[in-house]
């Protein structure tokens, strides 16, 4: 039993309580329990924690004085001083609670006179201490009186009361604990007038002991059909193997939460539902029974499902959605704005580099005058780091009103962790920052309310000392302005509140920088006033602590209040915890707040403190007060209000709405309301959002020309686009809702078409980018460029089909007159006898060569579109390649058409032949294109060679006939010497060199 009462005592406060004594009187204090164990201590002499209990045989004696010495209390004794065995005094004070003596509260190590040092001396020598640290530990111990002793004892028996009280009140909480979960209350009105269903589970075998009138009347069964069946019979068989499995962790832990289960009506019909469950157990912590809530969640799935069908639909609305989203690629160069961001910055998207997007796109900090750096701007911090979060910024269009931007974006990568790119989504704060603006200057009025509030506020320095105080202080306390200016902010607490409430809690204070307790203040003239003592620290620019700032509030009404309520604070907190909805308890005549639960704080923002003892209408939580005195007319009328709609204020001033049922209650004669609120703000806003994505969507649709629609299963239309409604010539959408093809102007194609839908729905494939067409009643054939896809739900399962088309019967005509006229015009250039190509000049690709083109050079077109290999083969001589490739180069670089005309350039074939060519180039630079044509000069090259040495042999011919003359002459002339008639002779000789002379002419011209 000692042991167990030793547990109750809370030793952190009581380790304050000593520490608050030993820095009072000096005095250092120890409890032990009765075998001598140290439950706790503050301050003990340096003389006992470095030698004597260090020591073993020293540190014996010290526990056999503690436990003997100690326990030896005389009669009518108080307490009991005596001299430890070691030489020094104590005094034991006995810790007796429930009339059991548990614990010493030990207080001393001190002398009633000076010491005999030789008695420690010897000590010293016997236990081998260092004899100077030793007697040092000596001189310390103080010398007291045994007057001071008796005061400081005094004080010391009121620490033990104190700490007997403590010990006692957490007692008799145990025992209220253990009478509260013994409590057969149900939380009756809470119970039954809950929205919710809920049901009490044993957790032995699964057997429903209690039910909700919710329950009952949402699954239409009687309470007797209930009480006493197994729970798996309210569930819907689908969902068994899962209620099972909820039903083992509760038994396993006692608590269930958000599971989403189906229950089953008495008709057979189901709910879908989330369960939460919490149980009651005894006070060894064994479950009793759950309180189990089921809420129902058909709406919002429903819901849910219905934004996931219409999510599809909406993947088109990229451009028409209000945040600017804006994207790069993987070399960081900006590819795609939506219509939004075009809006903020008055400019199309280009692809340009990160280096240009400030400058071009007029981006600048928040400031808006300064100019953004390439690596603060949001989409290249997300490109480069990975992730934006919450970056402002301005752009300041030139032709454009000035938008202050919040943006986040982050690294798109593939599932290699490839980078792709990034996204960054861009909202407009604009307007926010405005209201923040206004904010401030509410916050300026506030604070001019603040000094001028009823309550007691005070400014201190560091150590508690007040250096100013509003004019509440002033008044409600009864001291001047100068006389509290010399005051520590203790000096204003009585002497209990003192001890118990502020002491303990400023060393705390000092560590965490805040503090919030209840205490009590008192006046001038001694008179208490119970509040809540809230004070933060003061920080200086080293974050040090230089002062305090604190309000104090009269708790003195709601004091009254809780004592009033707190008989049905106890009967409400079970109920409180389980329900997941707001459940407040107001009075009837003025909305006076006097218990909330759990779910109110969460969901208002608003603690206990700022709530309870105010009326709604002073922390202003009724978005129309009207709504209030609706609901209080209606309880006065009927006593009871189910499902009223309303819309309140949160903490925050965000706006929800929420769904609530009231009751009448009585509270010690007085009229209150019970309410239970839900949040239906996310339900709400579901609701808006599909109505504004579904006006969104049809906008959007029906504003491309693109012919969109959808089917079911059946092929039967869903919906369509203005754009399909005019290609059927129906005059609006509902002319084509709830038809087939087989009811269009296509009639006759419609077995093709919905056999094209059961191929879709079967497959789950979707069928894209195909052409088909149908025949007009005119006999005018319509071609379509169509795509289907499968509708799927969240589930995966396809429920229909979607589909695009567009009218591309003009195209069609153009591209068979342009197929026309391309296949004449490469019947032309084919039969050409000149080698004809077409290439782009940026990077060399082919859009086209005729087959003389590849016959003539001899190489195939990869050879010929490829530079360097054109130059390896068809210029084999490295030497030749060399000056060939430097010629070409500069001649194409330097762009005159004069320079790109080559003529009898050698090459060589694959067959390792060698030919003559002459290739002439035009440029086209405005089209990036390069028209290149080629002859074949090989024949006509190697004529004029054959010509040229044809004249070249003739030439060595004549000199060697005329060589050959010139003898002859020389024969004639002596001939003629030795002959007579010289005239006759001369005339025969020039004759027969005319003759010659003739013939080789005659020659030359052959």
Known sequence: MKDNILDLIDFEKVNLLLEGFNKSTGFVTAILDLEGNILSKSGWRQICTEFHRVHTETAKKCKISDTVLAGKLGKGEKYHSYKCLNGLVDVAVPIIINDEHIANLFSGQFFFEKPNRDFFIKQAEKYNFKKKDYLEALDKVPVVSEEKVKTAMDFLLEMTLLITEMSQQRIDQIELNKTLKESEERFRILYNNSPDMYVSVSPVDASIL???????????????????????????????????????????????????????????????????????????????????????????????????????????????????????????????????????????????????????????????????????????????????????????????????????GKVLKDSDGKTLGAVVAMHDITERKQAEEKLKESEEKFRTFVNTASDLMCITNKDGQLTDVNSAMVDILDYSIEELKEMHISNLLTKEALKNDFEPNWKKFVEDGKIKIETTFKTKSGNEIPGELKAIAIYNSSDKIIGTRAVFSDFTERKQAEAALLESEEKFRLAFKTSPDSVNINRLEDGLYVDINDSFTQITGYTREETIGKTSNEINIWTNFEDRTRLVKRLKKSGKVENLEAKFKLKDNRIIVGLMSAVVISINNVPHILSITRDISNLKHTEIELKKQKEMFELVINSVPTRIFWKDLNSVYLGCNSSFVKAVRQNKVNDVIGKTDFDLIWSNEAEKYINDDKQVIKSGVPKLRYDEYYLLPDGKKVWWHSSKMPLKDSDGKIFGILATSEDVTERKEFLKTLQERNTYIESILGNMPIGFALNTISDGDVKYMNNNFEEIYGWSRDVLTNTS??????????????????????????????????????????????????????????????????????????????????????????????????????????????????????????????????????????
């Open 869 to 1006: 290999i054109f130059f390896e083969k068809v210029f084999p001589n490295p030497e030749y390649r060399k000056k060939m490739k430097a010629k070409i180069i500069a001649d194409m670089e330097s762009g005159d058409p004069e320079r790109m005309n080559w003529k009898d350039i050698k090459i060589v074939t694959r067959s390792g032949e060698e030919r003559y060519v002459h290739a002439y180039n035009i440029p086209l630079i405005e089209q990036n294109l390069m028209i290149s044509t080629v002859q074949d000069t090989t024949k006509r090259r190697l004529a004029e060679d054959e010509v040229i040495k044809h004249r070249n042999h003739l030439e060595e011919l004549v000199k060697a006939r005329t060589a050959e003359l010139e003898e002859k002459n020389k024969e004639l002339e002596n001939f003629n010497k030795v002959f007579v008639g010289r005239e006759l002779r001369m005339i025969e000789l020039k004759n027969k060199i005319k003759e010659l002379e003739n013939k080789n002419n005659k020659s030359k011209s052959n």
């Open 210 to 408: 209690q039910c909700n009138e919710t329950l009952l009347k949402n699954l239409d069964y009687a309470r007797e059909e209930i009480i006493g069946a197994h729970v798996y019979k309210v569930y819907h068989k689908s969902c068994i193997a899962e209620v099972k499995n909820a039903f083992r962790q509760f038994v396993e832990t006692g608590e269930v939460s958000g599971k989403e289960l189906i229950l089953k009506r008495k008709d057979g019909s189901s709910i879908d539902v989330s369960l939460n469950v919490n149980s009651v157990k005894d006070e060894n912590g064994k479950i009793l029974y759950s309180i189990s809530s089921w809420r129902d969640i058909s709406a919002q799935k429903k819901a849910i499902e219905e934004l996931k069908k219409e999510k599809q639909f909406l993947e088109a609305v990229f451009d028409s959605i209000s945040e600017g989203i804006v994207s790069c690629d993987a070399n960081g160069i900006l590819n795609r704005f939506n219509n939004a961001t075009k809006e903020f910055h008055g400019l199309p998207d280009m692809p340009i580099a990160a280096d240009k997007w400030a400058e071009h796109y007029n981006i600048f900090f928040p400031d808006g005058k300064t100019p953004m750096q390439k690596k603060d701007i949001p989409l290249f911090r997300a490109f480069t780091e990975g992730v934006a979060k919450d970056v402002e910024m301005m752009i300041i269009p030139k032709d454009g009103s000035k938008r202050l931007l919040v943006s986040n």
